[in-house]
């Protein structure tokens, strides 16, 4: 890329506060990417593109546009060779209740997010695979991937705790007492948060290198936990970006930022995006979900419902990786639907004559998809081609 697109980027999608300039030195001919502020230590050099000069192709775990343009697919068969990662959100379960998405609103039955995420994930891989793709669930079953368990950050977790606390071990045993909750939860985070998506991430990167990766979820208000029904039901859809002026500091978070920003997975992730909005939509026309604070997450193109932001997954996941946020489970239409569980058909539920909404949420992502990938992949020259 050129010096400009690389600036440009940085500036409109994964840093608008710019404050990883700090770290850098742009020029129209390169890069330098320091590992301290004050600029002693250079840690590489990246060489842009210049006029006149051939594009060397990057090495990428995904096909490009370009690629694709070349499959020459039928069009009954739009997803032949391509290669799509869908990761079922959350843990379900019995750990459910732990990650705090096991919840009971009103009279229905218990919502387990992770479980119907990965009721839906069964759905839309089905669809994808009869379109001709070569499919990969993250996870199929309601257990947590990595070996770790909460235990094992409870130290990590203490030290942590203590620190905000200013509570050291010589501190009174009322004040450490008082610091247990807090522990366990923050041990608890560094478990399925932490490990268990990194785990995840390592899996896609030796066992399935992915066209694009979809994480699949149902959101919910803040005030779910408590068992709260809302009137308000929205959607959105999140790739990796904008991350925070505080964020920048990390040399990891860092390394995760610049690796998204050179795949060049963005213009995917877009088109995706779009065309995902575009089908769900159908399913249920919802306004698009309200965001306050602009550091940590920003616009990427003139589609409401798509945000950039700066999500553990979609940082760690190869390639391009689309995070769904639609419906919110704490809202008494959803969560009426969603305690309706999968069945063929159509049924009197939450005022309505309807489908089960795994289904309609999986034919949403599934059609969308083959939508756009058959733009690209499908052979115009097919006398079965409409295009």
């Not at 003139?302 to 553990?312: D, I, K």
């Not at 089960?356 to 059609?367: G, I, K, Q």
Request: charged content about 25%; aromatic content about 10%.
């Amino acid at each position: 890329m050129s010096s400009k697109e690389f600036c440009n980027l940085i500036d409109r999608i994964y840093n608008p506060s710019k404050v990883v300039y700090a770290y850098l030195n742009v020029t129209p001919e390169y890069a330098e990417f320091f590992e301290d502020k004050e600029k002693t230590t250079l840690l590489l050099t990246l060489r842009f593109i210049q006029p006149g000069e051939r594009p060397q192709p990057a090495k990428r775990t995904f096909h490009t546009v370009q690629e694709l343009r070349k499959f020459h697919n039928p069009p009954e068969l739009p997803l032949k060779g391509v290669r799509i990662a869908l990761d079922p959100g959350h843990i379900g379960g019995k750990w459910a209740s732990l990650e705090e998405r096991s919840v009971i609103w009103n009279n229905n039955p218990v919502i387990r997010e992770g479980d119907k995420n990965i009721q839906v994930a069964k759905l839309i891989r089905t669809r994808l695979k009869a379109a001709g793709a070569q499919v990969y669930l993250t996870h199929d079953k309601p257990d947590p991937l990595t070996d770790t368990r909460p235990k094992d950050f409870m130290d990590e977790a203490r030290e942590l705790v203590y620190q905000k606390k200013g509570i050291t071990e010589d501190s009174p045993k009322a004040a450490r007492d008082a610091c247990r909750k807090l522990i366990t939860w923050y041990a608890e985070l560094f478990f399925y948060r932490r490990a268990e998506i990194a785990q995840r991430a390592e899996n896609l990167r030796n066992e399935f290198p992915s066209d694009i990766n979809i994480s699949n979820h149902f959101n919910a208000t803040e005030r779910s936990g408590s068992g709260e029904i809302v009137k308000d039901n929205r959607h959105v859809f999140l790739l990796n970006g904008c991350y925070g002026p505080d964020e920048m500091d990390n040399p990891v978070t860092r390394f995760y930022m610049f690796s998204k920003l050179l795949e060049q997975s963005l213009n995917i992730e877009m088109a995706a995006g779009d065309a995902i909005t575009a089908h769900l939509l159908k399913v249920a026309s919802l306004p698009p979900a309200k965001y306050g604070r602009e550091k940590y997450q920003c616009r990427v193109n003139q589609n409401p419902y798509l945000y950039a932001r700066n999500l553990a997954a979609s940082r760690q996941y190869p390639g391009p990786t689309l995070i769904l946020e639609p419906f919110y489970m704490n809202n008494a239409w959803t969560a009426a639907r969603l305690s309706a569980g999968d069945y063929d058909g159509v049924r009197p539920i939450a005022g309505g004559m309807y489908r089960s909404l795994l289904r309609e949420y999986a034919d949403a992502v599934a059609d969308a998809l083959i939508e756009v990938y058959g733009k690209w992949t499908v052979d115009k020259k097919s006398p079965k081609s409409k295009d």
